[in-house]
């Protein structure tokens, strides 16, 4: 796997990731607030669902969901994915956010031309890098004009920085509008509603104390999570399994996460 952060790019992209040398085994992508752009220019992805399998284009982008995707590559798989900050794709214009929150779209349904297409395609036995300038000067192309919206901007960082704990009746009364005129204005610019982002935001950062070895108790102390249920609840909901199990936590770690 490659990271960059192309500071030209940093308004508008997370980061690029290109990843290559896979395995058939499925894998999870959990709920997360970035629309996620991939091109393939050797092998392809499916998405499961159940017992249907589902072959994605090889230019496309999956938008912001709530529920988890097991998503399965083939062994040659060269890939990379833009991982768009939320607020981006609404200032884009070429594809309302809407359209593509939950589900996955080919971009040449609405975007790519079979050219750019095809100098993908022709970098197949080259490096990495290489795939990975293509692309990042083809997204500064199409994006280094598009102005940032510092409206959206500013509640998606107030309710990050919050940690998805924020109220939305504080963010409407601070941006001077009806929580019901928030709600529209909000999922107009992202695709989802503010309370489904931020109970995403919260999931997030739940996933990320874990990771610092703290017990379930304190996690869902930490992340703002009312009690018990809540706790339980939203992560079914995110990872389709109780905290204990989606974190691997034995009984001595689990004061009171218990079926």
């Known amino acids: 796997m490659i990271v960059i952060r192309p500071q030209r790019l940093s308004p508008f992209i997370e980061k ?18 970035y629309n996620v752009m991939g091109f393939q220019n050797l092998g392809h992805i499916n998405v499961l669902n159940g017992d249907q399998c589902k072959k994605l284009e090889g230019a ?14 083939t062994e040659n798989i060269s890939s990379v ?21 939950g589900t996955s779209i080919g971009l040449m349904d609405f975007w790519m031309k079979k050219s750019e297409w095809d100098r993908i395609l022709n970098i197949q036995d080259q490096s990495p890098y290489l795939f990975l300038e293509l692309i990042e000067n083809m ?48 999922i107009e610019k992202i695709g989802v509603s503010p309370k489904t982002f931020s109970q995403i935001v919260q999931f997030q950062y739940a996933v990320n104390l874990a990771n610092t070895k703290n017990k379930l108790v304190d996690i ?23 905290p204990s199990e989606f974190f691997h936590f034995n009984n001595d770690n689990v004061p009171f996460l218990q079926d």
């Open 16 to 33: 690029i990731i290109w990843q290559g040398k896979g395995s058939k085994e499925p894998y999870i992508v959990y709920p997360d607030i």
């Open 60 to 73: 496309g982008i999956t938008g912001i969901d709530s529920a988890p995707k097991t998503f399965q590559g």
């Open 81 to 101: 994915l833009v991982f768009f900050k939320p607020e981006v794709l609404f200032q884009w214009k070429k594809i309302h956010p809407r359209e593509v929150a």
């Open 139 to 186: 997204l500064w192309k199409e994006f280094n004009a598009v102005e940032t919206d510092p409206w959206i901007s500013w509640v998606v960082n107030q309710i990050i920085s919050s940690h998805g704990t924020i109220r939305i009746n504080e963010l409407a009364q601070d941006a001077v509008l009806s929580r019901r005129q928030f709600g529209r204005k909000f």
């Open 220 to 242: 869902a102390m930490k992340a703002g999570y009312t009690d018990q249920s809540h706790f339980i609840k939203e992560f079914r909901k995110h990872t389709a399994s109780i």
